[in-house]
């Protein structure tokens, strides 16, 4: 007992000097000198350094990668921070991506404004959780704000709309999210909850679930309908509502990439012959492959007539809203029942903010919900209509650009983009050697790698023919985005597509995304002049399409 | 013509300049003598002292602060960076809740580390996307990894399991995301899906969905049962996923606020006599409002017993694993299919970081999606198997804090909270006008004010009796933590809970929460005194207290 006593007095004194150190963790902040203050002055003084010097462009397998990140013991002990953070440096931060890389074009992040990074650093130190009032206070009616000011930016309604429903604590303009999954799948079980709201017969969907509302009102299926080129969230959503992906039904697209409305129409009501109800419709505001935007406005005609949900998910060009030159692209976005917007996208905010948007703001309360301790009914908590809890204050970043750079400031943004794409697209026609596939309609666009030669034959090709020439092409492709991306001075991505000229044909291109402002035509050019060397290096898809060419040209 | 052409040059002309500005935006760093600079600085040299000297402690009405946010239009012009810090400081920051602040004890947001701070700084500045390896590299396999420790706390699984799984493309440990409630929908989500799986018979839910499955099994319904304490996410994902609210089963407890296994048993016969199918059980390990935990072991007997799938939501509770001393309180979460933990509670990570860890890695097949430009089939992309799309690499921070506190360290915090807790507890059993409600368990317990006389008239009154006392001890429970709330001096949070020495009355209760390593026992002997001399000022619910002390005592 005695001895037991005794250990027990150790361990109680040794906890007490760990105590002490733990304390400090939490309040002697990292000193000037040390490995992280360092880095911390280093990143605000000069980000763009800091991401040059540190991001190591080499390519390094992921297999080399992982060896770095495969102990699965959580260490016992304490590391200190110095230790760690060069740590982080050597095997994370240099094996990390370089988003805002002006040559990297191939996806949809891009450089960050400054005054991002401090002001998150506010945010990060304030830690305020909007899922309630309690732990966010002031943020709670600035999420408000920015909910409103994007309400406004779609459906443009007068002050006395948003006087009343701004700030009101039973309805909601709509919800912010972690991003457009989030944002895509509020929006549809916004409308399926709808759909089969409560009545006098039936207690509603949100209470008996799926099963009972189909028992209930008689039908086979419930659909939501789509351009191809939908998102793949959207057939997630369709998963995880209930509904099932089979009813997620993919429609036809045109040349351009836009959705047939006739196509969704016949699609529809040949759906409704057979008893499934069309829950939804949804228009692209921007493809994520293509960048395309549906006929909106004839799809908000479709949905009147079918009389379901119009949801448009404009995740990646909602933003195109702020350029009064290029905003009537957009046209009848604001006849959409709901609107998904990713201010991570083509809003310059870090990583992390989604939005949906109502275009009525009783809507909502189809999905409210509350509890004892939290979100209690009256309160203006938002977590009460928010598939999220716990989230944190990303609005403030949004909030803070739409004030810094004003409407103007994102319309110059925007129209730049735009430009640039168009600019691309010139030099890519312009280039013997490379085929546009998709132009711009935003600042998207797809082309690929296709000797002068090939492009020649291609246009008197047969079916079986073409068939066989584009199977190298998209080795050649991949092979030559793979390789780019291994040297890592610039990087485009790569998907496929159907493509009309080829009859349907679906073929393997490159896919740019020129929404980084710092992006120049000089890398453009270079780009395309890496590829064409690039392309010389393939030992077995052009050899292979030489042959093609001279055994044509032979006979 | 010519007016038009000399129009758009002057256009062209101001974009130039405003296209200048704009770069700068993206490449030259706020000058250390801004106002932004001066604030980060301010953050970096002295956290507590930023918060301290900017939250401002006054109430301030909601409406008030509403006046602030309420404009809807986005501005036309940009706004100087300072001008914008200025408001942000006066108006956001010093109407925020001060969520770090030792007294502000009645949430489960804590202080941070300091290294979080800076860490985070690196974490925005790279940007990354964790929705695939292209926009992520080294992140992944780090977030891949952070599942696997996470994984290994709960499961303890050998090296050659991580070995084989940690990395696989086809399988997955778990799934980060934005928060607790995300992470208990994808669980049910991976629950129902592999419940209704695909077989030679049926193409599976996810292709076809709950009406289709349910019509296919034959089942008049679907229900997952918990504790009436469960967290009302739960009912959110209910919802969501299509079972209806109702199937939420809310199971009694005993008077420690755990759930009664046995009678979940009998609700769970009578249900599948009713052929409603058992989806799910569901153990809560730390009950938001009392912090219990529930009997995993048995939970996991019955499950096993049901043949349906356990999940625990140990969102609050699951960093207890880190602790030896207290770990023994989570005994059978190692049975559980499914487990939610966030980070950003009991692991001291900024907002925005919640996970699920699923105990076989093939469950998540089930849940599995893929697109032609990303989540390719084969690819790592943790994208495939999550919930959302794009997302930030939150999972650096965890694996930061794994790292430089090791399990050790946070085994010092997890015991430290807990002894908090018990010392709180002892203080109020000490202090005759107040009632321990809910003993701690962790480090959450509940109690109220009551005045010494009436808990002596409690003791002996009839229900009728005990109902009008409740009712005006809820008044004065309420109209105490209203009151201290606006004082702005310290925080308890409230919730009403049902006591078993009331015969099960709901009763309006405290709630605090003692996660905060900087919060001292000076600080909660202060707090009692607070609403001790906040009780005094109450002129409605404390003089009905005294009429019928009064009155009782003349009987």
Redesign the interface.
């Known amino acids: 007992m005695i001895i037991f006593i005794r250990v027990k007095e150790e361990i109680t004194k040794v ?1 007490k000097a ?2 002490q150190s ?2 400090r ?6 000193a ?1 000198n040390s490995t ?2 360092r ?2 002055r280093e ?6 350094g ?2 040059n010097e540190h991001l190591v462009a080499r390519a390094i397998s ?1 297999s080399d ?2 060896r ?14 110095s230790e ?1 953070t060069s ?2 440096l050597e ?7 370089h ?2 890389a002006p040559s990297f074009i ?4 891009s ?12 945010l ?6 909007l899922v309630k ?10 999420e ?2 920015v909910l ?2 994007m ?3 779609i459906y443009r309604r007068d ?1 006395a709309f ?2 009343k429903y ?2 009101s604590e039973s309805d909601s303009l709509g919800a912010f ?6 944002a895509n ?1 509020t929006a549809l ?1 916004v409308a399926r ?1 709808n759909l089969f709201k409560r009545d006098k017969d039936f ?1 509603g ?8 509302a ?1 028992q209930h009102y008689g039908y086979q ?2 659909a939501i309908l789509v351009s191809r080129r939908g ?3 959207l ?2 959503a ?10 997620l039904i993919a429609v036809e697209v045109d040349e351009n990439h836009k959705v047939k409305a006739d196509e969704m129409r016949r699609q529809a009501q040949q759906l409704e012959k057979q008893n499934i109800k069309v829950l939804a419709i949804v228009g692209v505001a921007g493809t ?2 293509t960048g395309n935007v549906d006929p909106l406005d004839e799809l908000a005609d479709l949905a009147k007539e079918l009389g379901c949900h119009f949801h448009v998910d404009a995740a990646w060009g909602g933003a195109t809203l ?1 350029s009064e030159t290029h905003k009537s692209l957009l046209n009848g976005i604001e006849r959409a029942d709901s609107v998904t917007i ?1 201010a ?1 996208k083509q809003m310059y905010v ?3 903010a989604g939005m949906v948007l109502f275009k009525t703001p009783e809507m909502a309360t189809e ?1 409210e ?7 209690r009914k009256g309160s ?1 908590d938002l977590g009460s209509h928010t ?7 990303m609005a ?1 970043l949004v909030y ?1 650009a ?8 994102y319309q ?2 925007i ?2 983009s735009l430009q640039q794409a168009r600019y691309f697209a010139g030099l890519i026609d312009n280039a013997s050697q490379f085929e546009l596939i998709s132009r711009p309609e935003l600042c998207i666009l797809t082309y690929r790698f296709v000797p002068t030669e090939v492009q020649n034959i291609l246009k008197h090709a047969d079916t079986e023919l073409t068939t066989e020439i584009n199977q190298y092409l998209d080795d050649l492709t991949r092979f030559i985005q793979k390789r780019q ?1 291994e040297a890592g001075k610039s ?1 485009v ?5 159907n493509v009309k000229k080829y009859q349907g044909q679906i073929v393997t291109v490159f ?1 740019v995304v020129l929404a980084n ?2 992006t120049t035509q000089e890398i453009l050019n270079d780009v395309l002049c890496e590829q064409a060397k690039l392309a010389k290096q393939s030992e077995i898809s052009l050899p292979q399409l030489k042959r093609i060419v001279a055994d044509y040209t032979a006979v």
């Open positions: 906890a760990d105590l733990l304390h963790i939490f309040t002697v902040p990292e000037p992280l203050g880095i911390e990143i605000s003084h000069n980000l763009a800091f991401l992921l990668i992982e770095d990140f495969c102990d699965p013991e959580i260490p016992e002990n304490p590391t200190f921070v760690h740590f982080l095997k994370l931060v240099a094996q990390s991506v988003t805002a191939g996806h949809m992040t450089a960050l404004p400054y005054f991002m990074l401090p002001l998150s650093k506010i990060i130190a304030l830690n305020q959780n009032i309690e732990t966010s206070k002031a943020f709670t009616p600035l408000r704000q409103g000011m309400h406004g930016l002050n948003y006087e701004m700030h999210c972690s991003g457009g999954t989030v799948i079980w909850n207690p969907i949100s209470r008996v679930g799926m099963f009972k189909m299926g419930l998102h793949y969230s057939s997630k369709a998963d995880i509502l209930g509904l099932g992906r089979d009813e994520t492959e702020f990713d991570h870090p990583m992390g999905i919900h509350h509890a004892e301790y939290v979100l203006k598939l999220e809890g716990s989230r944190p204050g403030m803070s739409l004030k810094i750079l004003g409407r103007q400031g110059l943004l129209d730049r991306r990087f991505s790569r998907t496929r597509i896919r402002p710092l």
